[in-house]
């Protein structure tokens, strides 16, 4: 039993994971766009999709609880200094 909680626990860290991952990897595309006049729509755009994708992964995983919704948010927080600096290291 407790294999399995193990398990589970893992899967949402690693979703939390996935979504920082693409939360925070859109987030350069999305300064470059607010940067570039004309594209304000667009880039208005995106922060809407951004923000509505990770607000509702972590409203479904707090339907699960509040364990799946913590360990969801720590593998966002654990996702975002990963790709920030993956994103901001360009040889």
């Known amino acids: 039993m407790i294999a399995e909680a193990g398990m589970a626990g893992a899967g949402y860290i690693a979703l939390g994971l996935l979504t920082g991952a693409l939360h925070f990897g859109l987030l350069r595309w999305n300064t470059l766009l607010y940067a570039r006049p004309g594209r304000l729509w667009a880039a208005m755009g995106i922060q809407c ?40 290291w360009k040889p």
């Open 49 to 88: 999709a951004r923000m509505a994708g990770l607000g509702g992964v972590l409203f479904l995983t707090a339907l699960y609880g509040a364990p799946p919704l913590l360990l969801t948010t720590l593998g966002v927080l654990i996702a975002r200094p990963l790709v920030t600096r993956w994103v901001a």
